[in-house]
């Protein structure tokens, strides 16, 4: 054959020639040598005898068929390395074959072998899919170099899609692996946004804490308690109502203004403290009506000033005791945030606590010491001094206090 179809460097040729020599043959996955098979196509005796011989020195083991069509079934049935087609089968009649093979295994190489080729039957047989024409009148170490050739170039190409195929299951372990990574960083962003959420929600609730704490005036309480309040949730219309002598029993302690007059908000707030606050104090649930029309309906006409308004109302408990009742309303169209209920739920405990300890202070505070020494002994009959009394340095007076 002439041409640079046919045209191999020196150095390629001394490597195939030295891998021939040494036998070198693809491995089976048992680590075993794997005999190389060669599928010949439409040979006459006298050619296959040829071929056969060279294929036998080549160490590459041989099969027949004798038309394109057995050619396919073989394909189907065994692995094939080489595919010898006769040069008498045009191309056209051997590219059904070609196709066939690569569709089975893009390793399998077509050469055509017979005759040397003339006029475009060359590129006739390259577009039909042969990687080589074998001229038979060559000697056999020119047909052996040729055969080790496409036998190279089919175990490179077997190692090339071992290779894709190994990066398409890398590939796919990856992208299950990333959506694991995914939704793991998912679950860390939760949770760290849920630990910043927590953090923010702590150091309000000492930041609050830390301004009632010093207050030991209910009126001072509710007013620093309403105006952190205020600071959270912007301009609104608020009140407070404290608990009576009775459970049932509820006045109003605080009231801020926004667009909504204390005049024009009495005969609601009355009915607040005397229906609502009362039911509410026997819940812990906070209360919230982005339309008040139902609540506005069964109060009466007194919750007019609600209309329009969105309301939200909790209680704040200490123990099983209800310490204030809370209301916060305006305008449905500066609607309050959602965060408004864990903000809620975070102070109300702080505030219920600080007013527990007024109550208990306040009632402490209704001890006093006698007005004189001959006072403490009035109408005591047993002759029992003073510290027999317990009011000798006040020390047991202070204890229960």
Avoid at 38 to 50: M, Q, T
Avoid at 97 to 122: F, M, W
């Amino acid at each position: 054959m002439q041409g640079p179809y046919n045209d191999y460097p020196s150095d390629e040729r001394a490597r195939l020639d030295a891998d021939a020599q040494d036998g070198a043959q693809p491995m089976s996955s048992d680590g075993h040598e794997v005999q190389p098979a060669a599928l010949c196509v439409g040979f006459d005796a006298v050619a296959i005898a040829r071929v056969s011989s060279v294929l036998a020195a080549a160490g590459i083991s041989c099969e027949q068929a004798d038309s394109a069509d057995a050619a396919v079934a073989h394909l189907v049935s065994g692995a094939t390395d080489i595919i010898l087609i006769a040069d008498r089968i045009p191309a056209a009649a051997f590219a059904p074959i070609a196709a066939q093979a690569r569709r089975i295994s893009g390793s399998t190489k077509i050469i055509v072998a017979g005759a040397p080729p003339r006029g475009t039957r060359l590129l006739d047989a390259v577009r039909a899919g042969a990687v080589d024409w074998l001229d038979l009148s060559h000697d056999d170490r020119d047909l052996q170099f040729r055969l080790q050739t496409a036998l190279e170039l089919g175990n490179e190409d077997r190692r090339r899609d071992e290779r894709i195929a190994r990066l398409k299951g890398i590939c796919r372990k990856l992208t299950i692996t990333r959506s694991e990574f995914s939704k793991q960083i998912d679950s860390l962003s939760e949770g760290l946004n849920d630990f910043r959420g927590r953090v923010d929600e702590a150091g309000i609730v000492g930041e609050f804490r830390g301004l009632i704490s010093q207050e030991l005036d209910v009126e001072d309480l509710l007013r620093t308690s309403m105006q952190y309040m205020l600071t959270k949730t912007g301009a609104t219309n608020a009140a407070v109502f404290l608990p009576g002598s009775k459970p049932t029993q509820f006045g109003l302690g605080a009231y801020v203004n926004y667009d909504c007059p204390r005049t024009t908000a009495e005969p609601l707030l009355s009915r607040l403290a005397e229906e609502i606050c009362p039911r509410l104090a026997e819940d812990e649930d906070i209360v919230r009506f982005a339309d008040t029309a139902e609540f506005v309906d069964s109060i009466g006409l007194e919750a007019s000033v609600l209309d329009d308004c969105e309301l939200v109302a909790w209680p704040a408990h200490h123990g099983d005791e209800c310490m204030g009742v809370f209301f916060l309303f305006r305008n449905r169209s500066e609607p309050f945030k959602d965060e408004l209920a864990g903000l809620i739920d975070a102070l109300r405990p702080v505030f219920a606590a600080q007013m527990a300890k007024l109550v208990r202070v306040h009632h402490r505070s209704k001890f006093s010491w006698p007005d004189s020494r001959s006072s403490a002994t009035e109408g005591d009959e047993s002759g029992e001094d003073d510290e027999d009394k317990g009011f000798g340095d006040g020390e047991s007076w202070r204890r229960a206090a």
